[in-house]
């Protein structure tokens, strides 16, 4: 560059430090303007050797992110110091430990934040996105300040891809659509959402995107002139009633209306809502509500509103903090028109987010519901149990659900996705509530676990110390931290089922002569086909491997003893146990969360075999096709059909349960009842359905329903119900 360009571009450099300082929508301090100045040198500094694909300066791109977080988010000085700091750690000399010295210790902590979620490493085994989804989630224990600085970096970042190849341009653009606008709705930034979004569109699908946005600049004066004419005939009443409001029309997002046109399957020109109208009033904070509802009668005397479309986000705010009316009415024309209505405390948060609810927090003492999010989502990220795949599902599951709210007993009100059903609900006021629930009431009245919440019910949770989850209850579950849980506690389960079967197989081991070491635990693993120790110790515990299998294993051990001296002389290396006999036992694919057996194919560009982490993906002619998790069009196809993409399992034909009947005859005799159900349920590995009994004349006649994983369970069942005294015959029917 020539020595006159370089100092036009220190004075453009210049300029935008000037304006970030202007633009600012806090009330900036001497102390914070010291604290900006500073990063700012240091990133220019810093920067001072780099350039953009573009270009420009690199000092451009933190400079601009930082504008973002200080204007459309209104975040405060160290927020502001750390965008401008943000890439130094990672592209530069800079360290840590030299930012910690400079800034002190929250700014480097965030800088750290933002440096490892650019250095997450891939993990094979899942969908790169979707561990990186989660990996990033879990920095918001540090400060979630973080992640609202990555959402800020991302927009600049979609806001200047012209310059890159169009196969980064859509990877990029993918990834925004499945990750960033998503997070940036559920914080609250309503805006930078609308905007990750249409950027999102812009780059995968650049067609559609172009022609909906020459669409709306033509229909754009006929749309003015509509709004026009809706407006004037409020305007008068709300004059004379001498409120002090504002009148916007806004137009949808193009991205919003790309989703309605596919939704509803229509043409640009069908959709009806291509704008809302936004009323905006200046209230005191006591007469918000009153003022609200008072602009609503006025709406309503003029435009007849439709009572389905009503949404009342001021009695209960949304969890992301956002509050305001919106109405449906039928405007000029015949034409639906949406009504928002809101104060312009009410239209800040909405406008930006989190950071203007802190603004006010202190004034009404309202914790914004981020803490209280935060919680939430730190329950299912603390459980490592749950994979990635299935982390990334349930937060968008919550995520994009429309809310409902129900009531415990004494009126505390809880907020749950829509369709959450009884369980949800009893996880959603404490773990432990969940784990220990015996039975619901909706509205005072016994129902199923699995019946689905409206909003208004009271919802009282029956809970026992003995009650525990159990398989089924994962279809009952609807909620990320409800399914996570239930996970956590029937693997507890299984560890406790498999301590036990440890030490019995330690003993019959025994009595075949057989120590049990790590070697002989290997070996038993590959014998039986099974992938972990834990599986063969659940395995003995619950009664699937039991004396006559151990004597096989026994003598093939001794016949591979007396085959390695007959070879003594012949050393050979131990044959390769391939992946298809160790998962032998897990090779039946079920989908959903249902496990539904359904026809599929494997796909040919990542050949899965049984055992692979995979996922089903719903194509257009040739039905289900299953990939695996790390397939080289993984993160497309997680990217851009989220909506085709289904849960794929490898299960093992041992563990399936299965329902069986039961039925006993015998002599009557007093306590006989009893001990029947005592026997059955003190097997922690049975579930007792439904158990009748009868007798008449002295004869006992009983029937009873059960679910078991396995025969011998149930043979050994049958066995011990046959040693009750006055019990005659049991058979299964």
Same mark, same amino acid.
């Given at each position: 560059?020539?020595?006159?360009?370089?100092?036009?571009?220190?004075?453009?450099?210049?300029?935008?430090?000037?304006?970030?300082?202007?633009?600012?929508?806090?009330?900036?301090?001497?102390?914070?303007?010291?604290?900006?100045?500073?990063?700012?040198?240091?990133?220019?500094?810093?920067?001072?050797?780099?350039?953009?694909?573009?270009?420009?300066?690199?000092?451009?791109?933190?400079?601009?992110?930082?504008?973002?977080?200080?204007?459309?988010?209104?975040?405060?000085?160290?927020?502001?110091?750390?965008?401008?700091?943000?890439?130094?750690?990672?592209?530069?000399?800079?360290?840590?430990?030299?930012?910690?010295?400079?800034?002190?210790?929250?700014?480097?902590?965030?800088?750290?934040?933002?440096?490892?979620?650019?250095?997450?490493?891939?993990?094979?085994?899942?969908?790169?996105?979707?561990?990186?989804?989660?990996?990033?989630?879990?920095?918001?224990?540090?400060?979630?300040?973080?992640?609202?600085?990555?959402?800020?970096?991302?927009?600049?970042?979609?806001?200047?891809?012209?310059?890159?190849?169009?196969?980064?341009?859509?990877?990029?653009?993918?990834?925004?659509?499945?990750?960033?606008?998503?997070?940036?709705?559920?914080?609250?930034?309503?805006?930078?959402?609308?905007?990750?979004?249409?950027?999102?569109?812009?780059?995968?699908?650049?067609?559609?995107?172009?022609?909906?946005?020459?669409?709306?600049?033509?229909?754009?004066?006929?749309?003015?002139?509509?709004?026009?004419?809706?407006?004037?005939?409020?305007?008068?009443?709300?004059?004379?009633?001498?409120?002090?409001?504002?009148?916007?029309?806004?137009?949808?997002?193009?991205?919003?209306?790309?989703?309605?046109?596919?939704?509803?399957?229509?043409?640009?020109?069908?959709?009806?809502?291509?704008?809302?109208?936004?009323?905006?009033?200046?209230?005191?904070?006591?007469?918000?509500?009153?003022?609200?509802?008072?602009?609503?009668?006025?709406?309503?005397?003029?435009?007849?509103?439709?009572?389905?479309?009503?949404?009342?986000?001021?009695?209960?705010?949304?969890?992301?903090?956002?509050?305001?009316?919106? %109405?449906?009415?039928? +405007?000029? /024309?015949?034409?639906?028109?949406? #009504?928002?209505?809101?104060? *312009?405390? &009410?239209?800040?948060?909405?406008?930006?987010?989190?950071?203007?609810?802190?603004?006010?927090?202190?004034?009404?003492?309202?914790?914004?519901?981020?803490?209280?999010?935060?919680?939430?989502?730190?329950?299912?990220?603390?459980?490592?149990?749950?994979?990635?795949?299935?982390?990334?599902?349930?937060?968008?599951?919550?995520?994009?659900?429309?809310?409902?709210?129900?009531?415990?007993?004494?009126?505390?009100?809880?907020?749950?996705?829509?369709?959450?059903?009884?369980?949800?609900?009893?996880?959603?006021?404490?773990?432990?509530?969940? %784990?220990?629930?015996? +039975?619901? /009431?909706?509205?005072?009245?016994? #129902?199923?676990?699995?019946? *689905?919440? &409206?909003?208004g019910d009271q919802v009282e949770i029956i809970t026992s110390e003995n009650a525990k989850p159990t398989n089924n209850w994962l279809n009952y579950a609807t909620t990320g931290k409800a399914i996570s849980k239930i996970k956590s506690a029937l693997n507890a389960d299984k560890k406790v089922v498999a301590a036990e079967g440890k030490e019995v197989l330690m003993r019959k081991l025994k009595s075949l002569k057989i120590s049990l070491d790590e070697n002989t635990t290997n070996q038993l693993v590959s014998f039986?086909?099974?992938?972990?120790?834990?599986?063969?110790?659940?395995?003995?515990?619950?009664?699937?491997?039991?004396?006559?299998?151990?004597?096989?294993?026994?003598?093939?051990?001794?016949?591979?003893?007396?085959?390695?001296?007959?070879?003594?002389?012949?050393?050979?290396?131990?044959?390769?146990?391939?992946?298809?006999?160790?998962?032998?036992?897990?090779?039946?694919?079920?989908?959903?969360?249902?496990?539904?057996?359904?026809?599929?194919?494997?796909?040919?560009?990542?050949?899965?075999?049984?055992?692979?982490?995979?996922?089903?993906?719903?194509?257009?002619?040739?039905?289900?096709?299953?990939?695996?998790?790390?397939?080289?069009?993984?993160?497309?196809?997680?990217?851009?059909?989220?909506?085709?993409?289904?849960?794929?399992?490898?299960?093992?034909?041992?563990?399936?349960?299965?329902?069986?009947?039961?039925?006993?005859?015998?002599?009557?005799?007093?306590?006989?009842?009893?001990?029947?159900?005592?026997?059955?349920?003190?097997?922690?590995?049975?579930?007792?359905?439904?158990?009748?009994?009868?007798?008449?004349?002295?004869?006992?006649?009983?029937?009873?329903?059960?679910?078991?994983?396995?025969?011998?369970?149930?043979?050994?069942?049958?066995?011990?119900?046959?040693?009750?005294?006055?019990?005659?015959?049991?058979?299964?029917?």
């Open positions: 560059m020539t020595e006159e360009a370089l100092e036009l571009e220190k004075k453009a450099i210049a300029k935008e430090y000037k304006n970030l300082l202007k633009i600012s929508y806090r009330t900036l301090s001497s102390a914070d303007k010291k604290l900006i100045r500073s990063a700012f040198d240091v990133a220019v500094d810093a920067h001072k050797e780099q350039r953009r694909k573009s270009g420009e300066a690199y000092i451009f791109h933190p400079i601009a992110v930082a504008k973002i977080v200080a204007a459309e988010i209104g975040l405060d000085a160290t927020s502001i110091a750390s965008a401008l700091l943000h890439d130094v750690v990672e592209d530069t000399s800079y360290t840590l430990a030299d930012l910690e010295q400079l800034f002190g210790e929250t700014v480097a902590r965030i800088v750290d934040g933002l440096t490892k979620i650019d250095k997450m490493p891939y993990d094979g085994d899942v969908s790169m996105q979707a561990e990186n989804f989660r990996k990033m989630l879990l920095t918001l224990n540090d400060d979630v300040r973080v992640i609202i600085i990555k959402i800020a970096d991302r927009l600049h970042n979609m806001q200047t891809m012209d310059s890159m190849p169009d196969y980064k341009q859509v990877k990029i653009a993918s990834e925004t659509l499945y990750i960033y606008a998503p997070l940036a709705h559920r914080i609250g930034l309503y805006n930078i959402k609308t905007q990750l979004e249409d950027l999102g569109l812009k780059y995968t699908e650049p067609e559609v995107y172009t022609d909906i946005l020459s669409k709306i600049k033509e229909s754009k004066e006929e749309q003015d002139a509509y709004i026009g004419t809706f407006s004037k005939t409020i305007k008068d009443t709300l004059d004379a009633e001498g409120l002090s409001y504002e009148i916007k029309g806004r137009p949808k997002s193009i991205f919003s209306i790309r989703r309605k046109m596919q939704v509803q399957t229509v043409t640009f020109d069908e959709v009806y809502d291509k704008f809302a109208v936004r009323i905006i009033y200046k209230s005191e904070l006591a007469n918000e509500k009153f003022l609200a509802w008072k602009i609503y009668s006025i709406v309503t005397d003029h435009y007849r509103p439709n009572p389905v479309r009503l949404r009342d986000w001021i009695s209960s705010p949304k969890s992301t903090g956002y509050e305001a009316l919106h %109405i449906t009415v039928m +405007g000029p /024309k015949g034409r639906w028109v949406e #009504v928002q209505i809101r104060s *312009e405390r &009410m239209d800040e948060i909405a406008e930006k987010g989190f950071a203007a609810h802190f603004k006010y927090k202190n004034k009404n003492n309202d914790d914004g519901g981020l803490d209280a999010w935060l919680n939430k989502l730190q329950d299912t990220l603390e459980n490592h149990d749950i994979s990635a795949i299935d982390f990334v599902k349930d937060f968008k599951l919550n995520l994009y659900a429309k809310e409902i709210y129900a009531f415990t007993p004494k009126g505390d009100l809880y907020s749950l996705p829509k369709g959450a059903t009884a369980l949800d609900f009893a996880f959603q006021i404490h773990t432990e509530v969940g %784990i220990h629930t015996r +039975g619901t /009431k909706v509205n005072g009245k016994l #129902v199923p676990l699995s019946r *689905e919440l &409206m909003s039986f086909k099974l992938k972990t120790s834990l599986d063969l110790f659940f395995r003995v515990g619950s009664g699937i491997i039991d004396n006559k299998q151990l004597k096989d294993f026994a003598a093939s051990r001794s016949n591979a003893l007396v085959s390695f001296f007959k070879k003594i002389r012949k050393p050979t290396s131990p044959p390769d146990i391939h992946k298809e006999e160790i998962t032998e036992k897990y090779d039946q694919l079920v989908f959903g969360k249902e496990e539904q057996k359904l026809d599929y194919k494997m796909s040919t560009c990542c050949n899965p075999i049984p055992g692979d982490n995979v996922f089903g993906f719903v194509t257009i002619n040739e039905g289900i096709k299953v990939h695996k998790q790390n397939c080289p069009n993984a993160v497309q196809l997680q990217s851009n059909y989220n909506y085709r993409i289904i849960l794929a399992t490898w299960i093992d034909s041992t563990q399936r349960e299965f329902r069986s009947e039961l039925s006993l005859t015998g002599i009557d005799t007093i306590g006989l009842v009893n001990e029947v159900t005592r026997v059955v349920s003190n097997n922690l590995l049975i579930d007792m359905k439904s158990v009748h009994f009868d007798s008449n004349d002295g004869v006992f006649t009983g029937k009873i329903v059960v679910v078991v994983k396995n025969k011998n369970i149930l043979d050994n069942l049958v066995q011990n119900i046959k040693k009750i005294n006055g019990i005659d015959k049991v058979t299964r029917v």
